[in-house]
């Protein structure tokens, strides 16, 4: 009976959270390719604003970055509601991994495969879209998977910026009810379910990225 | 006010130098909780390695799946249900060490995983050599695959050390006056946010590269092959 | 005419190892060149820089009397810019050790996919060429393969096919057996001495295969700690060598046939 009353609220949350993740995700792909692949580049003026933002986002917490979002850049004009500033955090956040992941895996393309370019005159740009991605793309999925995963539980941070997520609407709920065991434990196997289910969608993706990468035309 | 100092509101970087010692009181929190949490994420991580990898399955299956079920949900939320729900049960802790204990558990399941990876990597015919050799499982545990398991797992554990570093401004959420909290603190009074947040990400960016940098000092001087063991 | 390469007074350093020292070496058009001699001495490097994959410390390389390294601007010559070497680029190709096949893609496309994008050739004109390549190379029917679907040699061969479909005028082999399990190696080779015969073309080889060199060959040169020690036609090199260090590692490479 309590959980059946209890439940409603926290999957409204839960919804937010699965949002909140992954519109984060992508987004955070988008930034982990473009620092990743930049970070490789010739040109200083792509190589270093790439290895400036990596390690910005990869040495400070994500708290803090959110907060400096969230609370700080409206100081200066740019006032960002809690859900883009939460997404934005997170996938600036993220990506800054990504990228890392995105760069170790180029980097770990066989030399030969690099020289092989060159000596059919590929252009840099053609080598790296036509040769070297669909090649690493593979590589990149499972530690892909992992922080996708790590992206989820990161989300929960987002309830600090009065975003009504998951961890939000569990908080609030406990506030109300005092239930606080029930909420917090059916809060918990929440994220869990979802981390189970992302795990499995990314391997799914991981699967359908390989057989692309080995069979396309 | 905070602890005892004043802020100076004339300028950007009088603000900045005023709030400065605030902020480094915050510090020490941070690292204090880094520190403690490291250590219980170090033991308890053993702890959960050597039951993960026990010979009975009625033993090895339930830490398997605390292990996965510590590492698939938020820290967050683990602190909160340790903050809200320990005292229901009587145990009445300190903020801080709530906030440690949750870091030190999230962070055991991360640690255990690197024991288990370590100690999976020694090959196989080390274990055969030792049981040829007729050496008790203690013996070979000791002498034979610790020592050689060390080696590999020392920079992976590194690794969560800074990554443990950047977790501790969560503890803010149950109260805990860490660097980010003061600063956040400073800011709701002040109404300026972003001297204090920004020094916030500035201090961190400098204790990550700092922590960084000593432990790839260290690993250098590490052993690449077994360690041998009194 | 200008003879197809020519290295003039060319340096090559890795670090504080001297691979070339004011080397010099030139190459007929449609000649064939085999470069001999132990490991180490420099003759991969050689066709490393004609390739572009190295770069040279000192002197110049010419490809049909065109500078390689550096080009003519406004009356001054300049180093190379990205335009110059892809421009001279298009007159080499490269058949590798380690064969090099793009393992993302199927045969075909593995040896359509530069002249397409590349060249910028119609994707049905390239094709038909690259079927016709197959069939010069005999794996016709592994159009729709992928690289790991084939033995060493098939990849080789599908490479070579790959190298000739952008038309060069120079075609390199960087060891194209040495990876190869033995009983691959002949049809390899069967290849490029049929290459050699259909087309037009000024071949640089790398090898160990003394018998196939001295075969195939227009002029062997012996490379010893970065030079050429000693060239001359095959039958000259391989049974009348004139320095004792040739003698000595013919003798090491080919044991029976260094008593001459």
Redesign the interface.
């Known amino acids: 009976m309590m959980f059946a009353q209890l439940l409603p609220p926290l999957l409204r949350g839960a919804e937010i959270t699965a949002q909140i993740t992954l519109a984060s995700t992508l987004l955070g792909a988008l930034f982990a390719f473009a620092a990743g692949i930049g970070k490789l580049s010739r040109h200083r003026a792509l190589r270093w604003p790439a290895v400036g933002y990596i390690?910005?986002f990869?040495?400070?917490?994500?708290?803090?970055?959110l907060?400096?979002l969230f609370?700080?850049l409206p100081?200066?004009g740019i006032s960002l509601s809690p859900l883009s500033a939460g997404i934005l955090g997170l996938s600036l956040n993220i990506g800054a991994y990504g990228a890392e992941v995105v760069r170790g895996a180029l980097q770990a393309t066989?030399r030969?495969?690099r020289?092989?370019a060159?000596?059919?005159?590929?252009?840099p740009r053609?080598t790296l879209w036509?040769?070297l991605l669909?090649?690493a793309l593979p590589e990149m999925m499972p530690p892909f998977g992992n922080l996708a995963?790590q992206n989820?539980?990161?989300?929960?941070?987002v309830?600090?910026i009065t975003l009504a997520d998951l961890?939000y609407q569990?908080?609030n709920l406990?506030n109300i009810t005092l239930q606080?065991?029930p909420i917090?434990?059916a809060?918990?196997l929440l994220?869990?379910a979802m981390?189970?289910v992302l795990t499995a969608a990314m391997r799914w993706l991981e699967r359908r990225v390989r057989y692309a990468?080995?069979?396309?035309? | 006010m905070l602890f005892g100092y004043h802020w100076n509101l004339t300028s950007d970087w009088a603000f900045a130098l005023s709030i400065l010692p605030m902020l480094l009181k915050g510090l020490v929190v941070t690292v204090e909780a880094t520190v403690l949490g490291y250590l219980l994420a170090l033991t308890l991580g053993l702890l959960l390695a050597l039951l993960r990898m026990a010979p009975s399955r009625l033993v090895a299956w339930p830490t398997a799946f605390i292990i996965e079920f510590l590492r698939d949900t938020p820290l967050l939320v683990q602190l909160y249900f340790l903050y809200f729900v320990l005292p229901l049960y009587g145990i009445n802790l300190p903020a801080f060490l709530t906030g440690t204990l949750a870091l030190g558990l999230q962070y055991s399941a991360y640690t255990s995983e690197v024991y288990r990876a370590g100690i999976k990597a020694v090959p196989k015919g080390q274990w055969e050599a030792a049981l040829a050799l007729d050496l008790t499982p203690l013996r070979t545990y000791r002498d034979i695959i610790v020592p050689q398991a060390i080696p590999r797992i020392l920079p992976a554990l590194g690794n969560y050390l800074v990554s443990i570093i950047k977790d501790t401004p969560i503890l803010s959420a149950v109260t805990v006056l860490e660097m980010l909290d003061v600063a956040k603190m400073v800011g709701d009074r002040t109404f300026r946010y972003m001297v204090p947040l920004t020094m916030v990400g500035v201090l961190f960016l400098l204790l990550t590269l700092l922590t960084a940098t000593a432990l790839r000092r260290l690993e250098r001087r590490l052993p690449q092959r077994g360690i041998p063991l009194r | 005419m200008n003879p197809a390469v020519r290295f003039r007074q060319v340096t090559k350093r890795f670090g504080d190892l001297t691979v070339l020292e004011q080397f010099d070496f030139e190459v007929a058009q449609g000649e064939i060149v085999t470069l001999i001699g132990a490991s180490g001495s420099g003759k991969s490097t050689v066709l490393r820089i004609l390739m572009t994959l190295e770069e040279l410390q000192d002197g110049e390389v010419e490809i049909e009397g065109e500078p390689l390294w550096h080009e003519r601007k406004g009356g001054r010559t300049v180093a190379a810019s990205e335009q110059h070497l892809r421009r001279m680029r298009k007159k080499v190709g490269m058949v590798f050790q380690q064969f090099n096949l793009f393992p993302h893609m199927s045969v075909l496309r593995n040896i359509t996919e530069a002249p397409i994008h590349v060249l910028q050739l119609p994707r049905a004109e390239a094709e038909t060429r690259a079927r016709e390549l197959l069939r010069l190379v005999g794996l016709e029917e592994k159009a729709d393969a992928f690289p790991e679907q084939l033995s060493g040699g098939q990849q080789q061969r599908v490479a070579i096919a790959r190298a000739l479909a952008m038309r060069p005028r120079v075609l390199l082999f960087d060891e194209p057996t040495s990876a190869l399990d033995p009983e691959m190696v002949g049809e390899v080779l069967n290849v490029i001495r049929q290459v050699a015969g259909e087309h037009e073309l000024t071949m640089i080889l790398v090898t160990h295969e003394m018998n196939f060199a001295r075969e195939i060959s227009d002029r062997v040169c012996f490379f010893d700690q970065g030079r050429i020690l000693e060239q001359g036609p095959p039958e000259q090199i391989f049974t009348a060598p004139r320095e004792e260090r040739t003698r000595e590692f013919l003798r090491t490479v080919l044991p029976d046939s260094g008593r001459t």
């Open positions: 390690e910005v990869r040495g400070t917490s994500l708290l803090v970055q907060f400096w609370f700080a100081i200066i066989a030969g495969q020289e092989a060159r000596a059919l005159n590929f252009t053609q036509r040769i669909p090649q995963v989820l539980k990161d989300s929960a941070l309830s600090l961890t569990a908080q406990r606080t065991v917090l434990t809060t918990l994220y869990f981390a189970l990468a080995g069979h396309e035309r």
